[in-house]
């Protein structure tokens, strides 16, 4: 029998740019033996392709045809999840490109392509299951209020905007963070908000271990062995 997200433990970590969501969600899994799957990632990686083809970010029957023929995978390093598209591992830089950073939010507010990559993120799931991992940690902007809403345990992360201003200063990117919260949380589908019932983390006044070990007590006291 197929486990549901409700009898599997599930993390989801949702929050804005530079909340720490990448770092914390490496710690836990590390900890907890848990899948990690960044879907920031995934929609970088699209906005790097469809940015390649160069197919706009508006709804048409070309992105409709890229978009179904497009052949997702991933490539598991460690507990890590890294998409594969057409069998392609896309570098960091390629991903954190200026081009991408500002264009990433414009392909993500598209149905079409929430959607494609809505059914390749939750067959993270089945993954995790099949590759026996104790459980799943998936972090973005609307996994636990679209991807995986039933999921047991769910966070979000907020800071300042200027620790987030700086954060992405210190990592040498250039990156709108204020810029590309506003488009995403006023985005029709799938905005970028707090899931109802998530627990509330503010990563601006707390160290990344004291994150980690937040969430990591809440899973281990709540999982029945």
Known sequence: MTKSSV???????????????????KGVSARL???????????????????RRKIPARESGEMSRALEKLYLSAEISGTHATLLADDEKLTP???????????VSSYAALDSVRYRL??????????????????????????????FPDAPFRFFLEADTETRIRRRSEEGQDDS?????????GRKNAPLLCPEGAIRINSGKLTLQEVVDTICETVKSSIVH
């Not at 033996?33 to 920031?40: A, I, M, P, Y």
């Not at 099949?130 to 902007?141: A, T, V």
Request: aromatic share 8%; proline share 1%.
């Open 7 to 25: 009898d599997y433990p599930i993390i989801t970590l949702d929050g804005g740019a530079a909340t720490g969501k990448s770092s914390t969600a």
């Open 33 to 51: 033996s848990f899948l990690h799957v960044d879907t920031g990632s995934h929609y970088r990686a699209l906005t790097y392709v469809l940015l």
């Open 93 to 103: 830089s390629q991903l954190r490109c200026s081009e991408v950073n500002k264009s």
């Open 118 to 147: 809505l059914r390749y993120q939750r067959w993270h799931r089945e993954l995790a299951i099949g590759k026996e991992f104790g459980g799943l940690i998936m972090e973005g902007r609307d996994i636990g209020s679209v991807v």
């Open 177 to 185: 963070v204020v810029a590309r919260d506003q488009a995403d949380s």
